[in-house]
Nanobody, 122 residues
C-alpha cells in the first residue's frame, strides 16, 4: 500500500508562483510518480510525471516551460514548482504513484492522494 498526501495549494494572482509537495509513505520503491489536475466540470488532466530516479520527466504542453516536477533525495517526496500561473491552471492537483502503462494516463496509476486546491485569480 502507498499513501500520498499533498500540500502547498492556495490562492495566487495570475503570473504568480506556487509550489506543491506530495509525501509518499508505504511501498514506494521503484515507482514513477505524477501530478494530475481536475477543474470543475472537466476530466482529470495530466500535468507532469517523473521516473523513479528523477532522471526523466514529462510535461503536458499546457504547462511546459512553466512547471517543474522533481523528487526529493529520499525519492518519497514529489514536488511541483509552478510559475507564471494562469487562471486556467485553477484546479485540484493530485499526485499519483505506481505507474504501469502510459505516463500521461490516469488509468496507469494505482495510488492517488486526496488533492490540493490551486486557485489563480485574474
Amino acid at each position: 500500500q502507498v499513501q500520498l498526501v499533498e500540500s502547498g495549494g492556495g490562492l495566487v494572482q495570475a503570473g504568480g508562483s506556487l509550489s506543491l509537495s506530495c509525501v509518499a509513505s508505504g511501498r514506494t520503491g521503484g515507482t514513477s510518480m505524477a501530478w494530475f489536475r481536475q477543474a470543475p466540470g472537466k476530466e482529470r488532466e495530466f500535468v507532469a510525471a517523473i521516473n523513479w530516479s528523477g532522471g526523466k520527466s514529462y510535461y503536458a504542453d499546457s504547462v511546459k516551460g512553466r512547471f517543474t516536477i522533481s523528487r526529493g533525495n529520499s525519492k518519497n517526496i514529489l514536488y511541483l514548482a509552478m510559475n507564471s500561473l494562469k487562471p486556467e491552471d485553477t484546479a485540484v492537483y493530485c499526485c499519483a504513484a505506481s505507474m504501469a502503462g502510459d505516463y500521461d494516463s490516469p488509468h496507469s496509476y494505482g495510488y492517488w492522494g486526496q488533492g490540493t486546491q490551486v486557485t489563480v485569480s485574474s
